[in-house]
């Protein structure tokens, strides 16, 4: 049975940091594609960051609100993906969620609010 569990969630000061964790089980983690999607309120979910995955290592991108404040990394090992969320804004609250997918299977965490107060 897969799961993913994610942790993190919290109130931030803007100009604060959070680093939010996605541990995974049930699955062979490092072969997942991990993106991260958050979802404002009153609005649609959207993509923030994603991961190629790979045993070696993937190649990370970004959408533009998030890049070079949000890091996206991953740890094989652990079977854990983090999102590291710096300088944050009001515009950043939010539930967040992971999600890894591998073809047509695609498995999401179960959301953790992150608010940063205006």
């Known amino acids: 049975q897969v799961q993913l569990a994610e942790s993190g969630r919290g109130l931030v000061q803007p100009g604060g940091s959070l680093r939010l964790s996605c541990a995974a089980s049930g699955i062979i983690f490092s072969t997942y594609v991990m993106d991260w999607y958050r979802q404002p309120p009153g609005k649609q979910r959207e993509w923030v960051a994603g991961d190629s995955g790979g045993i070696s290592g993937g190649y990370t991108n970004y959408a533009d609100s998030v890049r070079g404040r949000f890091t996206t990394s991953r740890d094989n090992a652990k079977n854990t993906g983090y999102l590291q969320m710096n300088n944050l804004k009001p515009d950043d609250t939010a539930v967040y969620y992971c999600?890894?997918?591998?073809?047509?299977?695609?498995?999401w965490g179960q959301g953790t609010q992150v608010t940063v107060p205006s």
């Open positions: 999600r890894l997918l591998l073809g047509a299977n695609a498995y």
